[in-house]
């Protein structure tokens, strides 16, 4: 099992900046990649970026690439978001994920954050 932990989430206004963080624990061992997904209110959830977890790999969604850097801390068994230059289009609950060893999809996740862009 692996449990995971968001925090950092917010309200901010457009060009702002936030970092989240996403804390795991349990059978970290099993982790292969370590992701951020995001639903918008109405909309599916959806892709943000991952980057695997022993080192580097880092993959994002078009929509937010120059804005926001995923990057971890091992000793920490975290994994953090920075958010740059924010839009209101960004919007939505941020979900933390983990992709384990031998699965072809993200299979725990955490409880989510809000994140609020003001226009």
């Known amino acids: 099992q692996v449990q995971l932990v968001e925090s950092g989430g917010g309200l901010v206004q457009a060009g702002g900046s936030l970092r989240l963080s996403c804390a795991a624990s349990g059978r970290t061992s099993s982790i292969n990649f370590m992701g951020w997904f995001r639903q918008a209110p109405g909309k599916e959830r959806e892709f943000v970026a991952a980057?695997?977890?022993?080192?580097?790999?880092?993959r994002y969604a078009d929509s937010v690439k120059g804005r926001f850097a995923i990057s971890r801390d091992n000793l920490k068994n975290t994994v953090y978001l920075q958010m740059n230059s924010l839009k209101p289009e960004d919007t939505a609950v941020y979900y933390c994920t983990a992709l384990r060893f031998g699965e072809s999809q993200y299979d725990y996740w955490g409880q989510g954050t809000q994140v609020t862009v003001s226009s």
């Open positions: 980057t695997r977890w022993s080192a580097g790999s880092e």
